[in-house]
């Protein structure tokens, strides 16, 4: 397996301010990289012009595009044009800017949300376009696909070194904990914290409690993207995930516990529970060395410690 090595290389976190962004950016200052630092104002990267004129000042030889427009089940069902619309713009103008500075290497972050609902379980990455999607969240899901497609066909056209990875549901410090936008772990850490907070008797969940989800600790993610940017180069996609699932209703009790909330936790049947089950098979990624180290438990605990010092 050859390695690509990113000592002395100009390197661009394409969405450092978002969770997945910050997170790569502290992992990839364990490497003798040199971080391309961010724009003075903020560049608005559905805009091609913008983005050319950025990246051909910052001449960038890594790319890792972890910018996008992200947000849970009413999110991407109350606002589909902006999830498809902005996703679009966001991964294409980097993609073929990045062609135009010569880059060397492009990561592009993808999601599981590709995969098709009733994907047989654990979901290997040639499940890819084999069902219909999650209509709760396909917008999102047709925009990541067609990034995946568009650094496919950028190796095939131009030789072009572009990968793409698909994580499983990340959490992790400088998440959104938006009750209207987010996703399920924090908008759950949120609210059982409010919950202890007002002394409320319970606090209510959207949906059954059945459906089950695979969970990854957004360190976690930014280690497998360092890992596999150094070591691999396909136009297949790779899955990143803990290989650990849980129960939505379980999760929530797990919170409650971290949170230290000892009420009833409600749930409202009438809001939709989305995938019944989404669990990742990354038996690619483990083959190729790399397996994830962080406990659900520690990790819940470590998001909600950051909560309380940074948005409670």
Known sequence: MSTFELKGRRTWVAGHRGMVGQALVRRLAREECELIEAPRERVDLRRQAAVEEWM?????DVVFVAAAKVGGI????????????????????????????????LVFLGSSCIYPKFAPQPINEDALLTGPLEPTNEWYAIAKI???????????????????AQPTNLYGPFDNFDLTSSHVLPALIRKAHEAKQAGAQDFTIWGSGKPLREFLHVDDLADALVFLAQNYSAPEIVNIGSGDEIAIGDLAEMIGRAVGFEGTILRDASKPDGTPRKRLDTSKLEGLGWRASIDLKDGIDDVYRWYLENWA
């Open 56 to 60: 051909e000042e910052a001449r960038p």
């Open 74 to 105: 009413h999110a991407n069902d109350t606002r589909p044009a902006e999830f498809l619309y902005d996703n679009l713009m966001i991964e294409a103008n980097i993609i073929e800017a990045a062609r135009h500075v010569g880059t060397s290497k």
């Open 146 to 164: 067609a990034g995946i497609k568009l650094c496919q066909a950028y190796r095939q056209q131009y030789g072009l070194d572009f990968i793409s």
